[in-house]
């Protein structure tokens, strides 16, 4: 069962409010998951639409575009800046 890998899945009403990973090594911090085993293989079940967030790190490169995206709950948004 424990191959070192874990299944993310993300549950939202928009696809807007999901991560978007562009390249391998990039690092996403998620918050306030659902941890299951389902088919035998460890799961975090992330709600975007109950309370679950998450912030995505861009990996290592050479560019020097803004280094973090995130999603934070609507009630939480306007009061936290990064």
């Given at each position: 069962m424990?191959?070192?890998c874990?299944?993310?899945?993300?549950?939202?009403k928009t696809l807007d409010a999901?991560?978007?990973i562009k390249r391998v090594?990039?690092?996403i911090?998620?918050?306030?998951?659902?941890i299951?085993i389902?088919?035998n293989?460890?799961?975090?079940?992330?709600?975007l639409?109950?309370?679950s967030?998450w912030?995505?790190f861009k990996g290592a490169?050479?560019?020097?575009?803004d280094d973090?995206?995130?999603?934070?709950?609507?009630?939480?948004?306007?009061?936290?800046?990064?």
């Open positions: 424990n191959n070192g874990v299944k993310v899945t993300f549950f939202s999901l991560p978007v090594g990039d690092i911090r998620i918050h306030r998951a659902n299951g389902y088919r293989q460890k799961t975090f079940c992330i709600n639409d109950f309370g967030s912030a995505l490169s050479d560019n020097d575009e973090i995206t995130s999603q934070r709950p609507p009630s939480e948004s306007s009061n936290m800046k990064i």
